[in-house]
């Protein structure tokens, strides 16, 4: 399959957000919030615009993916500077084609170039674990409640950076949104029907789900 990749740019945006609402909608929830993220993440401090890119094949955008600044904490209040990302998505019709592979190997390959310790993401293991993805329990990384989500995700880019410490994540604030805003935003999309899907049933039990100690 042939694509490239490039970093969005601003002529990309509304074709961007409309590929990730069609590619989220009805997944997580009836409708979808991550176009409204795509839409709002631009505008933030911690976005990482140069490492933010889109898929093209044939001209048309297939795939996207945004990156932000995050930070992992310790008990002692050092700090170490990580990086995230999110919304990724794909085209539907093209997906298990390579190109959510492309666009996250690039921001690895980025990311460890620069001498980030680790990426750390929100999101179904299924889809992470065999890019190298572990939960954050093996990290001795937790949210900041200390607790384990199954869905908190890290990839080592630096051996043992951790230094069997435990840490706190604290994703960018760039994700907190207003869900009123986000709806008004989804108003001036065409209107599509919005309808309940066993994806999302799964997606409630995996948020609502925490490793514990053996």
Request: one cysteine or more.
């Amino acid at each position: 399959m042939d694509f490239i990749l490039r970093p969005e740019c601003s002529s990309d945006h509304r074709d961007t957000e409309e590929l990730t609402r069609k590619a989220f909608w009805n997944l997580y929830k009836p409708g979808c919030d991550e176009h409204y993220l795509a839409h709002i993440v631009r505008n933030h401090p911690d976005f990482l615009r140069e490492w933010s890119f889109v898929a093209l094949m044939e001209g048309k955008i297939v795939g996207s993916i945004f990156t932000t600044k995050s930070r992992i904490r310790n008990t002692e209040g050092k700090t170490l500077e990580t990086i995230s990302f999110g919304p990724i998505c794909v085209e539907p019709s093209l997906q298990r084609r390579g190109i959510g592979t492309a666009l996250l190997e690039r921001l690895i390959e980025l990311a460890r170039n620069a001498g980030y310790p680790a990426l750390i993401t929100y999101g179904d293991p299924h889809n992470y674990c065999k890019h190298g993805f572990r939960n954050g329990k093996d990290h001795g990384i937790s949210d900041r409640e200390g607790k384990y989500p199954l869905g908190l995700l890290v990839l080592e880019l630096e051996k043992g950076f951790g230094g069997g410490q435990h840490w706190t994540f604290h994703e960018s604030s760039a994700y907190e949104f207003d869900p009123d805003e986000a709806e008004v935003f989804d108003r001036t999309f065409p209107p599509w029907e919005k309808h309940h899907h066993h994806s999302q049933e799964l997606f409630h039990i995996l948020v609502r789900s925490y490793l514990i100690d053996d």
